[in-house]
């Protein structure tokens, strides 16, 4: 499970880098900019839940033991 989510994380991370290079920072909020912004902001709640699903888990396997 935990190979898993590093997987999950390091796509999601190299979704977010290349959001980024769509990023028009003159106008960030028109065309392609604004779904680059949204698929940054996705891509970064997903890191979040995986972080906070793998401490989960370690809390319950503390918890086992």
Known sequence: MKLFTNI????ALG???FNIT?????????GDSAVALIGI???F???LILLI?????????KMKN
Do not use: G, T, W
């Open 53 to 61: 699903f793998r401490m989960s888990k370690k809390i319950e396997e």
């Open 45 to 47: 709640c997903a890191v």
């Open 15 to 17: 979704l977010i880098i």
């Open 41 to 43: 902001a996705a891509a």
């Open 8 to 11: 999950l994380i390091v796509l």
């Open 22 to 30: 769509l990023l028009d920072f003159q106008n960030p909020f028109k």
